[in-house]
Nanobody, 124 residues
Framework: QVQLVESGGGSVQAGGSLRLSCAAS????????MGWFRQIPGKEREFVAG????????NYADSVKGRFSISRDNAKNTVYLQMNSLKSEDTAVYYC?????????????????WGQGTQVTVSS
Protein backbone atom coordinates (compact mmCIF):
# COMPACT_ATOMS: atom_id res chain seq x y z
CA GLN A 1 0.00 0.00 0.00
CA VAL A 2 1.30 3.41 -0.99
CA GLN A 3 0.37 6.45 1.07
CA LEU A 4 0.83 9.97 -0.25
CA VAL A 5 0.80 13.18 1.77
CA GLU A 6 0.81 16.57 0.05
CA SER A 7 1.96 19.84 1.57
CA GLY A 8 2.84 23.35 0.48
CA GLY A 9 -0.51 24.66 -0.66
CA GLY A 10 -1.77 28.08 0.32
CA SER A 11 -2.81 31.48 -0.94
CA VAL A 12 -0.70 33.64 -3.22
CA GLN A 13 -1.19 36.63 -5.47
CA ALA A 14 -1.14 36.28 -9.22
CA GLY A 15 2.41 36.17 -10.53
CA GLY A 16 3.69 34.53 -7.38
CA SER A 17 5.13 31.08 -6.75
CA LEU A 18 4.43 28.04 -4.62
CA ARG A 19 6.13 24.67 -4.26
CA LEU A 20 4.06 21.62 -3.51
CA SER A 21 5.58 18.51 -1.98
CA CYS A 22 4.29 14.97 -1.88
CA ALA A 23 5.86 12.46 0.49
CA ALA A 24 5.32 8.80 -0.34
CA SER A 25 5.50 5.79 1.90
CA UNK A 26 7.05 2.52 0.90
CA UNK A 27 10.50 1.29 -0.01
CA UNK A 28 9.86 1.16 -3.72
CA UNK A 29 9.48 4.87 -4.43
CA UNK A 30 12.06 4.75 -7.19
CA UNK A 31 9.64 2.53 -9.13
CA UNK A 32 6.64 4.81 -8.70
CA UNK A 33 5.43 6.94 -11.57
CA MET A 34 4.25 10.18 -10.00
CA GLY A 35 1.75 12.75 -11.14
CA TRP A 36 0.06 15.95 -10.08
CA PHE A 37 -3.59 16.60 -10.85
CA ARG A 38 -5.95 19.40 -9.88
CA GLN A 39 -9.67 19.81 -9.46
CA ILE A 40 -12.12 22.63 -8.95
CA PRO A 41 -15.68 22.08 -7.69
CA GLY A 42 -18.03 20.81 -10.35
CA LYS A 43 -15.27 19.87 -12.78
CA GLU A 44 -13.36 16.70 -13.48
CA ARG A 45 -9.92 16.15 -12.09
CA GLU A 46 -7.32 17.21 -14.66
CA PHE A 47 -3.71 16.28 -15.28
CA VAL A 48 -1.07 18.87 -14.47
CA ALA A 49 2.32 17.14 -14.63
CA GLY A 50 3.90 13.71 -14.48
CA UNK A 51 7.34 12.18 -14.01
CA UNK A 52 8.38 8.66 -14.93
CA UNK A 53 10.17 6.24 -12.63
CA UNK A 54 12.55 4.89 -15.28
CA UNK A 55 14.36 7.89 -16.73
CA UNK A 56 12.81 10.85 -14.94
CA UNK A 57 11.15 12.10 -18.11
CA UNK A 58 8.39 14.62 -17.55
CA ASN A 59 5.22 15.77 -19.25
CA TYR A 60 2.93 18.72 -18.64
CA ALA A 61 -0.51 19.99 -19.45
CA ASP A 62 -0.36 22.72 -22.06
CA SER A 63 -1.87 25.19 -19.60
CA VAL A 64 1.15 24.96 -17.26
CA LYS A 65 4.07 24.40 -19.66
CA GLY A 66 6.85 26.87 -19.03
CA ARG A 67 5.45 27.82 -15.62
CA PHE A 68 5.35 24.58 -13.60
CA SER A 69 8.12 22.07 -13.05
CA ILE A 70 7.85 18.57 -11.58
CA SER A 71 10.83 16.84 -9.99
CA ARG A 72 11.55 13.94 -7.67
CA ASP A 73 14.05 13.07 -4.97
CA ASN A 74 14.19 9.31 -4.65
CA ALA A 75 16.38 9.53 -1.54
CA LYS A 76 13.60 11.45 0.23
CA ASN A 77 10.65 9.58 -1.31
CA THR A 78 9.30 12.95 -2.40
CA VAL A 79 7.99 14.54 -5.57
CA TYR A 80 7.72 18.30 -6.00
CA LEU A 81 5.71 20.68 -8.13
CA GLN A 82 7.28 24.10 -8.50
CA MET A 83 4.62 26.55 -9.66
CA ASN A 84 5.72 29.95 -10.97
CA SER A 85 3.85 32.83 -12.60
CA LEU A 86 0.66 31.63 -11.00
CA LYS A 87 -2.66 32.73 -12.44
CA SER A 88 -6.11 32.89 -10.91
CA GLU A 89 -7.14 29.97 -13.11
CA ASP A 90 -4.57 27.80 -11.32
CA THR A 91 -6.78 27.93 -8.22
CA ALA A 92 -7.77 24.36 -7.36
CA VAL A 93 -7.20 21.47 -5.03
CA TYR A 94 -3.98 19.79 -6.12
CA TYR A 95 -3.60 16.03 -5.77
CA CYS A 96 -0.51 13.88 -5.84
CA UNK A 97 -0.91 10.52 -7.56
CA UNK A 98 1.22 7.42 -7.97
CA UNK A 99 1.32 4.08 -9.64
CA UNK A 100 3.86 1.31 -9.44
CA UNK A 101 5.77 0.43 -12.62
CA UNK A 102 3.29 2.55 -14.57
CA UNK A 103 3.65 5.22 -17.23
CA UNK A 104 3.33 8.95 -16.64
CA UNK A 105 0.05 9.25 -18.48
CA UNK A 106 -2.51 12.05 -18.26
CA UNK A 107 -5.34 9.73 -17.26
CA UNK A 108 -6.76 9.63 -13.74
CA UNK A 109 -7.57 5.94 -14.14
CA UNK A 110 -3.88 5.03 -14.66
CA UNK A 111 -2.95 6.06 -11.12
CA UNK A 112 -3.94 3.77 -8.27
CA UNK A 113 -2.81 5.84 -5.28
CA TRP A 114 -3.88 9.35 -4.34
CA GLY A 115 -3.15 11.90 -1.66
CA GLN A 116 -5.77 13.88 0.22
CA GLY A 117 -5.18 17.06 -1.76
CA THR A 118 -3.92 20.53 -0.90
CA GLN A 119 -5.67 23.79 -1.71
CA VAL A 120 -3.97 26.39 -3.90
CA THR A 121 -5.67 29.76 -4.16
CA VAL A 122 -4.37 32.47 -6.50
CA SER A 123 -5.87 35.92 -6.15
CA SER A 124 -5.75 38.46 -8.95
Amino acid sequence: QVQLVESGGGSVQAGGSLRLSCAASGRGFRYYVMGWFRQIPGKEREFVAGISWSDGSTNYADSVKGRFSISRDNAKNTVYLQMNSLKSEDTAVYYCAADVWGRATVLVRDYNYWGQGTQVTVSS
